[in-house]
C-alpha cells in the first residue's frame, strides 16, 4: 500500500473538499437529477476560471507546473480554509521536482544542549519540543511529569500518536479524546502534504492505519488543521483534573519541530495542581540522585 503517493493524495484531497460543497452553496441553481452530492468538476473549474480538461487534470493528481494563482482559485472556489490552502500548495510543491532532496534526508532527532537549556528555563509550565511526527524530543521537569503516561510505554516510543490511537489509557488522560484525536490525523495529515517522502512519518501512519480503526477512518477524510494555540484538558493519574491554555512555536532551527508550553490560569485549581505535580516530580528526582550517589 503507498500511503502517500502524491497523485493519489492530490485526487482524494480535491475530490472530497468538492464534495463537501453544494451547488446552492456557489449560487448555483441545480437544474434535473444529479448523481454526484456536491459540486461537478466542470462547476469547480467554472467557478475557478479554469477550463474543465484543465481542473479534471488537477483533480487527477496532477499539480505539477500549476500557478499559485490558479491553486488559490481553486482553494476559494471549494472554500478551503487557511489550513487546507496551505496543504494544496504544499501537494504542489511536492509534485514538482524541487521536492525530490527531501526523499533520502536521514531523520536527526538530536536535541541541542543549548534548546534544553531553554525548556529548563522554563520553570512554572509545562514544555516540551516535539517533531511533526508527535515524538516527545525533549522536555522540562514539568514537561516530563505531566506526559509521564503518555511516554512510559516504551513499545510506543515516546509518539503521541500512537499514545492516543494505541493506549486505552488515553481515553482517560484525554477527556476530550474525539477532539484530541481528530487534531492529532488533521495535523498528520498536513505534514504529509509538506513531505510526502517521509519514511519514518510514512511508517507510522501505515502502522496506524493496520492498527487503529479510528485512526483509519479518520485519515480517510483528509481534514488538515494546523493546532498552535487552543485549550487543553488532561486528567492526570497523579493530580487529577488540570486545564490548560497551550501555544506550540515553531523552531525555525530545526524544520518541523515545535516548542509547545501549557500555562495555567493564575489561582485556579489548576495551578495549585500543577505545582503539587512539580513537587512531586522533584521528590522523584532528589530521591534518584541519592541513591545513585550511595
Do not use: C
Amino acid at each position: 500500500m503507498v500511503l502517500m503517493d502524491n497523485q493519489s493524495e492530490v485526487s482524494d484531497f480535491l475530490t472530497n473538499r468538492r464534495g463537501r460543497l453544494s451547488p446552492d452553496q456557489v449560487g448555483i441553481i441545480a437544474g434535473g437529477r444529479r448523481r454526484v452530492p456536491g459540486l461537478r468538476r466542470e462547476e469547480v473549474a467554472m467557478l475557478a476560471g479554469v477550463s474543465p480538461d484543465y481542473y479534471v487534470r488537477m483533480e487527477r493528481g496532477n499539480l505539477a507546473g500549476v500557478s499559485d494563482e490558479i491553486l488559490d482559485a481553486v482553494a476559494n472556489t471549494l472554500r478551503l480554509n487557511d489550513a487546507e490552502s496551505e496543504h494544496l500548495h504544499d501537494l504542489a510543491r511536492a509534485a514538482g521536482p524541487a521536492a525530490r532532496w527531501r526523499r533520502n534526508r536521514a531523520a536527526d532527532n538530536t536535541v541541542d544542549p543549548q534548546l534544553q537549556r531553554l525548556l529548563d528555563a522554563i520553570t512554572g509550565a509545562p514544555a516540551w519540543v516535539t517533531n511533526s511526527r508527535f515524538d516527545t524530543l525533549a522536555t522540562n521537569s514539568l514537561g516530563r511529569a505531566l506526559l509521564a503516561p503518555t511516554v512510559r510505554n516504551a513499545a510506543l516510543g515516546g509518539n503521541g500518536a500512537r499514545y492516543i490511537f494505541l493506549d486505552p489509557d488515553a481515553h482517560n488522560f484525554y477527556p476530550e479524546w474525539e477532539l484530541a484525536a481528530d487534531t492529532v490525523v488533521a495535523s498528520l495529515r498536513h505534514t504529509a502534504g509538506q513531505n510526502p517522502h517521509d519514511r519514518n512519518l510514512t511508517d507510522l501512519v501505515g502502522e496506524l492505519v493496520i492498527r487503529s480503526d479510528s485512526f483509519r477512518q479518520r485519515w480517510a477524510k483528509h481534514d488538515v488543521r494546523i493546532h498552535r494555540v487552543g485549550l487543553k484538558r488532561i486528567v492526570h493519574p497523579q493530580v487529577g483534573d488540570l486545564e490548560f491554555t497551550f501555544q506550540a512555536m515553531d523552531l525555525p532551527v530545526n524544520p518541523g519541530w515545535a516548542l509547545t508550553v501549557y500555562t495555567t490560569e493564575a489561582g485556579s485549581p489548576s495551578e495549585e495542581r500543577i505545582s503539587l505535580l512539580g513537587s512531586l516530580e522533584t521528590s522523584v528526582a532528589t530521591t534518584a540522585t541519592t541513591n545513585r550517589s550511595r
